[in-house]
């Protein structure tokens, strides 16, 4: 069975860093694109990026580029997204989700994780 | 970028009744390469369609999906009362991926 679990809800102050994750269990990690998709309190999907655990080959929309970072460790499993310093308009729930290509179907999601970012 | 243009923002059905929601594309999207997501509060979204027609694995027959260029349409034929949720579309026949602002289909 396809899963992929995300860490933890956070809770963080502007200024921090943070590193969330999700980890692939049930098919070939590494032959599959894992994209991350934010959502905003109350609001729709944003697509944010995506990453090839095969070879770390990493694209991202142009509206989170610099904003964010996803990375991967193929050894584990696990793709992450990460900020190195928080801003209040951070908070939101982010789904990581599998992909065939860097063009097709999310067709399996994590459960999100639930980033707060309050002073 | 391609935007998504979902309407209504809401659908008022009765259970039984046919829903039909419909998502326009700002350009023509390539190879037909649109899925439709439903998403029940607090849940992830969950894959129903994609290129368009094809339903999900375990996706009930009463949806349907339709459409090709800049017009697509989800349809469920009778709404029991698991489906009503929030529906977005979603275009990936060009980067960067693009989502529709969503349809809430809520009880009449």
């Known amino acids: 069975e396809v899963q992929l679990v995300q860490s933890g809800a956070e809770v963080k102050k502007p200024g921090e860093s943070l590193k969330i994750s999700c980890k692939g269990s049930g098919y070939t990690f590494t032959s599959y694109w894992i994209g991350w998709v934010r959502q905003m309190p109350g609001k729709g999907l944003e697509w944010m990026g995506i990453?090839?655990?095969?070879?770390?080959?990493?694209r991202y929309s142009p509206s989170f580029q610099g904003q964010v970072t996803i990375s991967a460790d193929k050894s584990i499993s696990t793709a992450y997204l990460q900020w190195s310093s928080l801003k209040a308009s951070d908070t939101a729930m982010y789904y990581c989700?599998?992909?065939?290509?860097?063009?097709?179907?999310?067709?399996?999601w994590g459960q999100g994780t639930l980033v707060t970012v309050s002073s | 970028e391609i935007v998504l243009t979902q309407s209504p923002a809401t659908l008022s059905l009765s259970p039984g009744e046919r829903a039909t929601l419909s998502c326009g594309a700002s350009?023509?999207?390539?190879?037909?390469?649109l899925a439709w997501y439903q998403q029940k509060p607090g849940l992830a979204p969950r894959l129903l369609i994609y290129?368009?027609?094809s339903r999900a694995t375990g996706i009930p027959d009463r949806f349907s999906g339709s459409g090709s260029g800049t017009d697509f349409t989800l349809t469920i034929s009778r709404l029991e009362p698991e489906d009503f949720a929030v529906y977005y579309c979603q275009q990936y026949g060009s980067s960067p991926l693009t989502f529709g602002g969503g349809t809430k289909v809520e009880i009449k």
């Open positions: 990453i090839y655990p095969g070879d770390s080959d990493t």
């Open positions: 989700a599998r992909l065939r290509g860097t063009t097709t179907r999310l067709d399996y």
């Open positions: 350009q023509s999207v390539s190879g037909s390469f």
């Open positions: 290129d368009a027609s």
